[in-house]
């Protein structure tokens, strides 16, 4: 691919990028958010229509952008998107087959024998054996990644193609990625090329040949050997400074002190009694396998789903059972929940409205809105968590991924709650961006806050927390004080996993 | 733009999470189809029953005849076709206001080009045809490519075409189409009208089209998530387009049928068989398919609509209570229905 | 209506018109009688209205029930619901369920259309009770209820309230034919003829747009100030009406006339409420006449062109003198009494 | 459930992205508006004044009178109250077809009571509206708590409440309320009924509350994303179900004051609102505040579209053209306000 130019209106995002794919190599392509790489996603996909001059060279012969589904599939160019892209009303084999359904010559009936064959036979190529008439929807996170990775790879020959993964990695959970990694290497190793959009460095080094870096819509290293090359220089060329490196929690010291926090018999669909202590000016760190309940309790705790249990905080003691949001809200919990778009930001609003939501009572009265605090709150947390383009007028949507999730947190911490509680507090965001956040983070303990980071990011539990618990079946099963290491954060989970299996 | 789908629970996975075992031979229908199961495709169904019952005890003489049947058969044969419009644009996740008044814009223009003009009879019906498909493909125009939302877009449409259709037959009732026409909708087969058959060829079509065809599949994914369509390679706007278009054209089609079947048209009635359609339509997703706008669903549902309506007229109960029927069965058989599917999905 | 003063013929003749419709009415017909009313045992009649959400028509049919019950003869009712679908439907019912006679009231013949030929075809005989009294032809038998005369009625009043110099706006309806006839050859002749200096102008209204007639009117009133009187086809569409002199500058001098009334009609002619005059006829009377012009049909019997319908004029003259309430309509008392169903019962042979 | 957002773009991102200098002062009003925005905003407002020109020049001696100021602004009082009861509901995402329904249902209860029963006016009107109410509660019990779809729900429930009606007045239109009563709607103020007063003071009213309260705040936040709210402490389904209980309320109000209008009422008459009152609200989002339900803007919108109207009426132009106008004019001001915003937004 070459000469790449995408303009959205007087916005540039994309300066003449290139991206080179070999047989058989797996290219990953790295840049901070909003650099541009979903944009040339996108651009090579059909979705956006670059701007003149964007050609695709392929067996040598030219081909001007954008391309019809129909030409990509000629051509043996496949996505797999970062949500998968999977209906889960709808069958294993409706979902591969989409878009390629063979068709009777007279009854234009779709031949569901043939269809289910041709299904079974690409998952059997993956070495899956899942059902094929089973809704998608009762898949577990590891099958459904696989059928995404199937309908990408059917019509694609042996030994030739490219397939694009777009932070694919992003919705599965730890325990499966090797099997994911596999998955690639093997299709790879057929002799497909490979592009791998990334913000997980670690992963980039482990299943990478080749890395492209980008940054402001400029290619600033096209296919440097993976071997050549290591997280920090990979993280300077994204950054285009420095990186810091040394750990967040020497960077900023905090002095745990009085138990703020006391959960006790925390139970829910997966969580079995857990009882939890948390200390002012204390990072916890929660993680687990799977379905071993900590991706219930950052919920449970903030009474964002029903559960039993009691809470206490602040000399106050709520019972789970019943309660909603807001009991728990008043005693000073705050929950950042995962899902930004779903769950955390409305994207249609500003992005004042979005950050001084949750004190919208408190700090009016019942009969007036007063609105200078507003854009106060939004733009305190513009220049603490130095988010661009610093507007506080501006709808959410406008922004990008890091810089909502930025918004996200900001909107929480800028009412000082006593307890903040964090559900994977750093997905989908850049090496750079992580670390404002994760530094926040560590701000805010210091400043007297609890804080409760519930992650199966091994590298950020490393970095800030000052204790991890590891949950199996619903319950803490082993726990590291610091000092520890991501290896270490690793390995315990592996152990708990094991365990529990 | 938003897409305003009129889905009713359609991204929600179907059954509980289970531990399928891998590879297990396909079981048949009916065993993957429990008791529960049943009861939540078929609660419609017992529900028309039941009332079968109830009417035929309060007048075994009069409902208990199969003069009954031929009327709730026999009448309202448009309203299979406006509902197979619905059915159609719902299934991409579209919403249309305007096939009551695409249907009234085809009969009136067959009608007036006939009788007031002169037309040829062929050349009048083309036109009020070709009038109905136009009328879908602005739909389409308008939400596809300009990208209104479909709700305001066919909610004005429908007020539009109203008045056009008055302008054409200039404001009256226009009559007088041969009898050779009327014929095609009216002749008599064992009873029931031509009308009826050509709805349930209708429906067998629509179903056949919508559940074992690419472009059915392609249509469910479309109306389930248009972007995962797309990158799948679908051709949505195609798609979409489409929906709208087979929208006019059975509406218009729908218009042609019943003024032959009343041998002319009254071009402001027609916008009163848009609620009955609406309602059989959301109804039959809670028949056969639940969640699912489905052609078979939606037939029975008119003719549920209907039993209730002609047993209260036989009983003389007429007026307020039709309309009571008509809502409060709506309300309570979807009421019923989402409590099943959501009892069936956290069990 | 007190504006005898002129002299003008017209007027005078109008007035005569109207004196003679404001007491209580009497119904006096000469029927032929019905020799053979036995045969018409165990037949069955289909009552098929407009509309059965209008309270007149649900009233015929009760009265009709009862009185063709006398004769052993069953009546049931279909609704219209003002779509040509549903009367459709009625027509289906008819022939698939076998009745002997389908009485369409305030259908037209024609709005059935191929049902008409359908229905012969299958032996069931056709009653019109469109109100127009006709002669049978072509099949179909006419039972008119005085329809035309009442609006006739409407128009006389008009002119002698206003001594000759009226500027009237009618409101026509134009759903069917019919509803058109009775304006442009029954209300503006009368206009033509007794009332050469008044200045009439008609908008219409379907159905479908009652909800933009309160503009309209109030536009028209702007459009030409002088307007006095505003004369509605229908009862039913007064409110509509109202609503369009309540927003117009000088709508609480206009002066609204309504025929083929229901209470409501006559509770506004009482309150003085916009409408000062309103001409009705009993349901219990339309569903007698009705039922022995179906009778006659059903057993051959020689049936009438035209009876002389008793309806009667309500202003603020009369309107004290009766007791404004439903079953005074129902049962004939506000027009005087029910003085029709012993005649006709007598010349069934059955007083 | 799928929540049926009858939202109009809600979600897309509104501005360029620009590269503005670090926390540079939140510019004035007036200089974040520019030329194009106001547009946006305005170009309804154009248009309207564009028609009055228009309508001026064609009948300069009728239409240019304060007479025609008097019918455009003095009729269709209740259409605000509908309105008004749409733009809440719809501010929270769901959708609401009962209205007109709940208007018809109160207006005549009050009237029967009255007139029919003998009941004092007070109680009489009182029990209209706590009828209103209770159609509000119902809707929200069914929709909030059970979970059945707006659309469908309310849809049932506006056939439903027809027959109600139809039932408690007998099928006739009663009449006679009292004069004193008929003052409270019908009393001019400066050459306009009161009517039109209370329908300033409603929409500025529901303007306070939706854009300058906390609750107004979290009704857009419900609307725009439920999830956010719950998760920051608003009761969700408490605002869900305020909002289908002030809508009862409001529609139930304007059915008592538009029963004073007419000094009764005709329950089949109240559906002929639903549509003129959802073009309103629907048109309304392409005015002042784009892309969002507002009650200013539905103002304008009803004047707009009755502006259109009693132009062509004093013309000598009704019938077929009022029905033609009220569509076309729908389609046209959402589909060119649609246009606009997406070119500012591609910029
Ligand atoms: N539809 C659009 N309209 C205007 N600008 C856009 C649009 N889509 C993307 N952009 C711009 O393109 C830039 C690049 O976006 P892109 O999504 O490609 O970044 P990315 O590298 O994928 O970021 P992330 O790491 O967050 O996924 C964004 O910063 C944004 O300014
Ligand atoms: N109207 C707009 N004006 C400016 N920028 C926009 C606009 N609409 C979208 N964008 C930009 O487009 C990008 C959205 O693209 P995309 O959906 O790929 O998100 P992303 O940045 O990749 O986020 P994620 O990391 O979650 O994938 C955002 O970065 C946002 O800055
Ligand atoms: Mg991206
Ligand atoms: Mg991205």
Same mark, same amino acid.
Request: net charge neutral; charged share 15%.
């Given at each position: 691919?070459?000469?790449?130019?995408?303009?959205?209106?007087?916005?540039?995002?994309?300066?003449?990028?290139?991206?080179?794919?070999?047989?058989?190599?797996?290219?990953?392509?790295?840049?901070?958010?909003?650099?541009?790489?979903?944009?040339?996603?996108?651009?090579?996909?059909?979705?956006?229509?670059?701007?003149?001059?964007?050609?695709?060279?392929?067996?040598?012969?030219?081909?001007?952008?954008?391309?019809?589904?129909?030409?990509?599939?000629?051509?043996?160019?496949?996505?797999?998107?970062?949500?998968?892209?999977?209906?889960?009303?709808?069958?294993?084999?409706?979902?591969?087959?989409?878009?390629?359904?063979?068709?009777?010559?007279?009854?234009?009936?779709?031949?569901?024998?043939?269809?289910?064959?041709?299904?079974?036979?690409?998952?059997?190529?993956?070495?899956?054996?899942?059902?094929?008439?089973?809704?998608?929807?009762?898949?577990?996170?590891?099958?459904?990644?696989?059928?995404?990775?199937?309908?990408?790879?059917?019509?694609?020959?042996?030994?030739?193609?490219?397939?694009?993964?777009?932070?694919?990695?992003?919705?599965?959970?730890?325990?499966?990625?090797?099997?994911?990694?596999?998955?690639?290497?093997?299709?790879?190793?057929?002799?497909?090329?490979?592009?791998?959009?990334?913000?997980?460095?670690?992963?980039?080094?482990?299943?990478?040949?080749?890395?492209?870096?980008?940054?402001?819509?400029?290619?600033?290293?096209?296919?440097?050997?993976?071997?050549?090359?290591?997280?920090?220089?990979?993280?300077?060329?994204?950054?285009?400074?420095?990186?810091?490196?040394?750990?967040?929690?020497?960077?900023?010291?905090?002095?745990?002190?009085?138990?703020?926090?006391?959960?006790?018999?925390?139970?829910?669909?997966?969580?079995?009694?857990?009882?939890?202590?948390?200390?002012?000016?204390?990072?916890?760190?929660?993680?687990?396998?799977?379905?071993?309940?900590?991706?219930?309790?950052?919920?449970?705790?903030?009474?964002?789903?029903?559960?039993?249990?009691?809470?206490?905080?602040?000399?106050?003691?709520?019972?789970?059972?019943?309660?909603?949001?807001?009991?728990?809200?008043?005693?000073?919990?705050?929950?950042?929940?995962?899902?930004?778009?779903?769950?955390?930001?409305?994207?249609?609003?500003?992005?004042?409205?979005?950050?001084?939501?949750?004190?919208?009572?408190?700090?009016?009265?019942?009969?007036?809105?007063?609105?200078?605090?507003?854009?106060?709150?939004?733009?305190?947390?513009?220049?603490?968590?130095?988010?661009?383009?610093?507007?506080?007028?501006?709808?959410?949507?406008?922004?990008?991924?890091?810089?909502?999730?930025?918004?996200?947190?900001?909107?929480?911490?800028?009412?000082?709650?006593?307890?903040?509680?964090?559900?994977?507090?750093?997905?989908?965001?850049?090496?750079?961006?992580?670390?404002?956040?994760?530094?926040?983070?560590?701000?805010?303990?210091?400043?007297?806050?609890?804080?409760?980071?519930?992650?199966?990011?091994?590298?950020?539990?490393?970095?800030?927390?000052?204790?991890?618990?590891?949950?199996?079946?619903?319950?803490?099963?082993?726990?590291?004080?610091?000092?520890?290491?991501?290896?270490?954060?690793?390995?315990?989970?592996?152990?708990?996993?094991?365990?529990?299996? | 733009?938003?897409?305003?789908?009129?889905?009713?629970?359609?991204?929600?996975?179907?059954?509980?999470?289970?531990?399928?075992?891998?590879?297990?031979?396909?079981?048949?229908?009916?065993?993957?189809?429990?008791?529960?199961?049943?009861?939540?495709?078929?609660?419609?169904?017992?529900?028309?029953?039941?009332?079968?019952?109830?009417?035929?005890?309060?007048?075994?003489?009069?409902?208990?005849?199969?003069?009954?049947?031929?009327?709730?058969?026999?009448?309202?044969?448009?309203?299979?076709?406006?509902?197979?419009?619905?059915?159609?644009?719902?299934?991409?996740?579209?919403?249309?206001?305007?096939?009551?008044?695409?249907?009234?814009?085809?009969?009136?223009?067959?009608?007036?080009?006939?009788?007031?003009?002169?037309?040829?009879?062929?050349?009048?019906?083309?036109?009020?045809?070709?009038?109905?498909?136009?009328?879908?493909?602005?739909?389409?125009?308008?939400?596809?490519?300009?990208?209104?939302?479909?709700?305001?877009?066919?909610?004005?449409?429908?007020?539009?075409?109203?008045?056009?259709?008055?302008?054409?037959?200039?404001?009256t009732t226009v009559n007088g189409l041969p009898f050779g026409y009327s014929d095609i909708a009216t002749t008599h087969l064992a009873g029931l009208p031509l009308f009826f058959y050509y709805g349930v060829v209708l429906?067998?079509?629509?179903?056949?089209?919508?559940?074992?065809?690419?472009?059915?599949?392609?249509?469910?994914?479309?109306?389930?998530?248009?972007?995962?369509?797309?990158?799948?390679?679908?051709?949505?706007?195609?798609?979409?387009?489409?929906?709208?278009?087979?929208?006019?054209?059975?509406?218009?089609?729908?218009?042609?049928?019943?003024?032959?079947?009343?041998?002319?048209?009254?071009?402001?009635?027609?916008?009163?068989?848009?609620?009955?359609?609406?309602?059989?339509?959301?109804?039959?997703?809670?028949?056969?398919?639940?969640?699912?706008?489905?052609?078979?669903?939606?037939?029975?549902?008119?003719?549920?609509?209907?039993?209730?309506?002609?047993?209260?007229?036989?009983?003389?109960?007429?007026?307020?209570?039709?309309?009571?029927?008509?809502?409060?069965?709506?309300?309570?058989?979807?009421?019923?229905?989402?409590?099943?599917?959501?009892?069936?999905?956290?069990? | 209506?007190?504006?005898?003063?002129?002299?003008?013929?017209?007027?005078?003749?109008?007035?005569?018109?109207?004196d003679s419709r404001l007491g209580s009415q009497t119904f006096k017909a000469d029927l032929p009688a019905i020799d053979q009313i036995a045969k018409a045992k165990d037949k069955k009649v289909l009552y098929t209205a407009?509309?059965?959400?209008?309270?007149?028509?649900?009233?015929?049919?009760?009265?009709?029930?009862?009185? +063709? %019950?006398?004769? &052993?003869?069953?009546?049931?009712?279909?609704?219209? $619901?003002? #779509?040509? /679908?549903?009367?459709? *439907?009625?027509?289906?019912?008819?022939?698939?369920?076998?009745?002997?006679?389908?009485?369409?009231?305030?259908?037209?013949?024609?709005?059935?259309?191929?049902?008409?030929?359908?229905?012969?075809?299958?032996?069931?005989?056709?009653?019109?009770?469109?109100?127009?009294?006709?002669?049978?032809?072509?099949?179909?038998?006419? +039972? %008119?209820?005085? &329809?035309?005369?009442?609006?006739?009625?409407?128009? $006389?009043? #008009?002119? /002698?309230?206003?001594? *000759?110099?009226?500027?009237?706006?009618?409101?026509?309806?134009?759903?069917?034919?019919?509803?058109?006839?009775?304006?442009?050859?029954?209300?503006?002749?009368?206009?033509?003829?007794?009332?050469?200096?008044?200045?009439?102008?008609?908008?219409?209204?379907?159905?479908?747009?009652?909800?933009?007639?309160?503009?309209?009117?109030?536009?028209?009133?702007?459009?030409?100030?002088?307007?006095?009187?505003?004369?509605?086809?229908?009862?039913?569409?007064?409110?509509?009406?109202?609503?369009?002199?309540?927003?117009?500058?000088?709508?609480?001098?206009?002066?609204?006339?309504?025929?083929?009334?229901?209470?409501?009609?006559?509770?506004?002619?009482?309150?003085?409420?916009?409408?000062?005059?309103?001409?009705?006829?009993?349901?219990?009377?339309?569903?007698?006449?009705?039922?022995?012009?179906?009778?006659?049909?059903?057993?051959?019997?020689?049936?009438?062109?035209?009876?002389?319908?008793?309806?009667?004029?309500?202003?603020?003259?009369?309107?004290?003198?009766?007791?404004?309430?439903?079953?005074g309509i129902d049962g004939g008392a506000i027009v005087g009494g029910d003085t029709w169903s012993h005649v006709f019962r007598a010349s069934w042979g059955l007083s």
């Open positions: 691919m070459a000469g790449l130019t995408k303009t959205f209106g007087r916005t540039t995002v994309l300066r003449d990028a290139h991206v080179d794919l070999v047989p058989g190599k797996i290219q990953a392509l790295i840049g901070q958010n909003g650099s541009g790489k979903s944009t040339i996603v996108k651009v090579l996909s059909g979705f956006h229509r670059p701007d003149a001059g964007a050609t695709l060279h392929r067996g040598g012969r030219s081909y001007d952008l954008p391309l019809s589904a129909h030409e990509l599939d000629e051509l043996g160019i496949a996505f797999v998107h970062q949500d998968l892209g999977l209906v889960d009303a709808a069958s294993v084999v409706d979902n591969i087959r989409v878009g390629r359904f063979s068709r009777g010559r007279l009854t234009r009936r779709v031949d569901m024998r043939q269809e289910r064959a041709a299904a079974r036979r690409t998952l059997d190529r993956l070495g899956s054996s899942i059902d094929v008439d089973g809704p998608v929807g009762a898949l577990s996170a590891a099958d459904r990644a696989i059928v995404a990775i199937a309908r990408a790879v059917q019509s694609l020959r042996a030994g030739d193609g490219v397939i694009v993964f777009d932070e694919s990695t992003q919705s599965l959970p730890p325990e499966v990625l090797a099997g994911f990694y596999d998955t690639i290497r093997d299709l790879a190793a057929d002799g497909t090329a490979i592009l791998l959009v990334s913000h997980h460095l670690d992963e980039v080094m482990a299943l990478s040949d080749s890395v492209t870096v980008l940054r402001d819509g400029r290619v600033v290293a096209s296919a440097v050997a993976t071997a050549q090359t290591s997280v920090r220089e990979l993280t300077r060329l994204m950054l285009g400074v420095d990186p810091q490196v040394h750990p967040l929690r020497e960077e900023v010291e905090t002095t745990p002190a009085d138990v703020v926090l006391t959960a006790t018999g925390l139970t829910g669909r997966r969580l079995r009694g857990l009882d939890l202590q948390l200390r002012a000016g204390e990072v916890l760190g929660v993680t687990g396998a799977t379905d071993s309940g900590h991706e219930e309790l950052p919920y449970l705790l903030a009474g964002a789903r029903p559960g039993r249990g009691t809470v206490a905080c602040g000399g106050t003691t709520v019972s789970l059972a019943g309660a909603g949001s807001r009991a728990l809200l008043d005693l000073g919990i705050a929950l950042i929940p995962q899902g930004r778009t779903t769950a955390g930001l409305a994207l249609g609003l500003t992005a004042s409205d979005n950050v001084s939501l949750p004190r919208m009572r408190a700090r009016n009265s019942r009969y007036r809105l007063s609105s200078g605090w507003q854009d106060e709150e939004a733009r305190s947390v513009i220049t603490e968590f130095g988010i661009t383009p610093p507007r506080a007028d501006l709808l959410m949507g406008a922004y990008s991924g890091g810089n909502q999730q930025k918004f996200l947190i900001g909107k929480w911490m800028v009412a000082r709650p006593r307890v903040l509680v964090l559900h994977e507090p750093t997905q989908a965001v850049d090496v750079g961006a992580r670390r404002d956040i994760l530094r926040n983070l560590r701000r805010a303990a210091a400043a007297g806050a609890a804080v409760v980071v519930i992650s199966i990011d091994e590298d950020d539990l490393a970095a800030v927390c000052d204790r991890v618990v590891v949950l199996a079946e619903g319950r803490p099963s082993r726990q590291l004080a610091a000092p520890f290491t991501a290896e270490d954060v690793l390995g315990t989970r592996v152990s708990a996993l094991e365990k529990q299996s | 733009m938003s897409t305003t789908t009129p889905d009713t629970g359609h991204a929600r996975a179907d059954g509980p999470r289970t531990e399928a075992p891998a590879l297990a031979p396909r079981p048949s229908w009916w065993a993957r189809t429990g008791p529960a199961d049943l009861t939540r495709r078929g609660a419609v169904v017992v529900v028309w029953a039941l009332m079968v019952v109830a009417f035929g005890i309060a007048s075994p003489h009069v409902f208990l005849t199969s003069g009954t049947l031929q009327i709730i058969l026999g009448s309202h044969g448009e309203l299979i076709f406006l509902c197979m419009a619905l059915v159609c644009v719902f299934s991409v996740g579209e919403f249309d206001f305007s096939v009551a008044s695409v249907m009234g814009l085809s009969g009136t223009a067959t009608s007036v080009m006939y009788v007031t003009h002169g037309w040829p009879m062929v050349a009048a019906a083309a036109f009020g045809l070709a009038l109905g498909i136009a009328a879908g493909a602005l739909n389409a125009v308008i939400i596809v490519i300009l990208g209104v939302d479909p709700i305001i877009a066919t909610l004005g449409m429908a007020t539009a075409l109203v008045g056009v259709a008055l302008w054409l037959s200039n404001l429906v067998v079509v629509v179903t056949y089209v919508l559940f074992a065809t690419p472009l059915g599949k392609h249509m469910t994914f479309v109306g389930a998530n248009s972007e995962v369509a797309r990158l799948a390679g679908v051709n949505v706007n195609r798609i979409r387009f489409g929906a709208f278009m087979f929208s006019g054209l059975l509406s218009g089609l729908g218009g042609l049928l019943l003024a032959a079947n009343i041998g002319g048209y009254d071009p402001v009635s027609s916008t009163a068989s848009l609620l009955p359609a609406l309602a059989a339509t959301f109804l039959g997703t809670a028949i056969i398919v639940p969640g699912r706008f489905n052609p078979v669903g939606t037939w029975i549902a008119v003719f549920f609509l209907y039993t209730g309506i002609v047993g209260l007229q036989l009983l003389g109960l007429s007026g307020w209570i039709s309309d009571f029927f008509f809502g409060a069965s709506l309300v309570l058989a979807v009421t019923v229905s989402t409590l099943l599917r959501r009892r069936v999905a956290t069990r | 209506a007190t504006s005898a003063s002129s002299n003008d013929p017209g007027v005078a003749a109008a007035q005569k018109v109207v407009i509309s059965l959400k209008i309270p007149y028509f649900q009233n015929v049919l009760k009265t009709m029930q009862s009185a +063709a %019950g006398l004769a &052993g003869v069953q009546v049931d009712g279909c609704d219209g $619901n003002v #779509t040509p /679908a549903n009367i459709a *439907g009625c027509v289906t019912q008819a022939i698939s369920q076998h009745y002997d006679a389908i009485v369409l009231d305030n259908i037209p013949v024609d709005l059935i259309g191929q049902g008409a030929d359908a229905l012969k075809g299958a032996g069931v005989q056709i009653i019109s009770a469109e109100g127009e009294s006709l002669p049978a032809a072509d099949g179909v038998t006419y +039972a %008119g209820t005085g &329809g035309p005369e009442m609006l006739q009625a409407a128009a $006389n009043w #008009t002119i /002698a309230d206003s001594g *000759g110099k009226a500027n009237v706006l009618i409101v026509q309806q134009n759903d069917t034919p019919l509803q058109v006839k009775y304006v442009s050859q029954y209300m503006q002749p009368t206009f033509a003829k007794n009332c050469p200096n008044c200045k009439v102008q008609v908008i219409s209204v379907t159905a479908a747009q009652l909800g933009n007639l309160g503009t309209q009117v109030s536009a028209a009133l702007l459009k030409d100030p002088k307007i006095d009187y505003v004369v509605s086809e229908f009862d039913a569409n007064v409110q509509y009406i109202v609503t369009g002199l309540q927003s117009s500058p000088r709508g609480k001098s206009v002066k609204l006339v309504g025929a083929i009334g229901d209470l409501a009609a006559l509770q506004r002619v009482r309150s003085g409420q916009f409408q000062r005059a309103d001409v009705l006829v009993s349901p219990s009377y339309a569903g007698w006449a009705i039922t022995d012009q179906t009778l006659r049909v059903l057993v051959g019997a020689k049936t009438w062109d035209r009876l002389d319908t008793p309806f009667r004029t309500f202003d603020t003259s009369n309107i004290g003198d009766v007791t404004v309430a439903q079953d």
